[in-house]
């Protein structure tokens, strides 16, 4: 069974720093893409970051490029989200999932990250 | 990069069909095939229901179907179930310097 477990969250000033983890297992996952997806309280979705299965492609939206970092250790199925720079817009879940054919097949159940003085 | 355009709410009857449009530009959802539909209750994380415009992941009822037309893509969901009441965004691949972008969600109401 997939499973993606995200941990990590908490409450930062603006101005800090975290650093997000999500734990992979049920499949290889060093043959699959994957992203950071984020939901502000009570709003949409915004996709945030994507790494390749060799870490060799890379991208970050806009809004946070620049501040955040993707990363991934394929021998501890793990990957991460270093978050600098955090503002109050930056509070939301933030969900890994996997990538299969441009789309999102599998996604873990969050970690809430709330940006406030 | 703008996200993709959802009516706010959509409602149907039990047993009615309702569709879903997501607009976006030719620089996404007219531009390629990789257009993806998720679903998510209160609460709980999205589940993919649609990728590559009109595929179903295994596991997924067929009273769920996609299908895209120029700059948008469309979401039917027919024999309407209570089930079926959720929130529903789609995402498209799209060639910015970035890689991906969602629509602003639809909440759809089984009345």
């Known amino acids: 069974e997939v499973q993606l477990v995200e941990s990590g969250g908490g409450l930062v000033q603006p101005g800090g720093s975290l650093r997000l983890s999500c734990a992979a297992s049920g499949f290889t996952f060093s043959s699959y893409s994957m992203n950071w997806v984020r939901q502000a309280p009570g709003k949409g979705l915004e996709w945030v970051s994507y790494?390749?299965?060799?870490?060799?492609?890379?991208y970050y939206a806009d809004s946070v490029k620049g501040r955040f970092t993707i990363s991934r250790d394929n021998a501890k199925n793990s990957l991460y989200l270093q978050m600098n720079s955090l503002r109050a817009e930056d509070t939301a879940v933030y969900y890994c999932a996997r990538d299969h054919l441009a789309a999102l097949n599998y996604w873990g159940q969050g970690t809430l990250v709330t940006v406030s003085s | 990069q703008s996200a993709l355009t959802q009516p706010a709410s959509v409602s149907g009857s039990p047993g009615q069909s309702i569709t879903i449009s997501c607009t976006g530009t030719?620089?996404?959802?007219?531009?390629?095939?990789?257009v993806s539909w998720y679903q998510q209750h209160p609460g709980k994380a999205p589940k993919l229901m649609i990728y590559e415009v009109s595929n179903r992941p295994s596991g997924v009822s067929n009273r769920f179907s996609g299908s895209k037309s120029g700059n948008t893509a469309s979401l039917t969901i027919s024999g309407l179930q209570a089930e079926d009441e959720a929130d529903y965004y789609c995402?498209?691949?799209?060639?910015?310097?970035?890689?991906?972008?969602f629509g602003t969600g639809t909440k759809v109401t089984v009345l």
């Open positions: 790494i390749s299965s060799s870490s060799s492609t890379i």
């Open positions: 995402s498209s691949y799209t060639s910015s310097s970035t890689l991906a972008v």
């Open positions: 030719s620089s996404d959802v007219g531009g390629y095939n990789y």
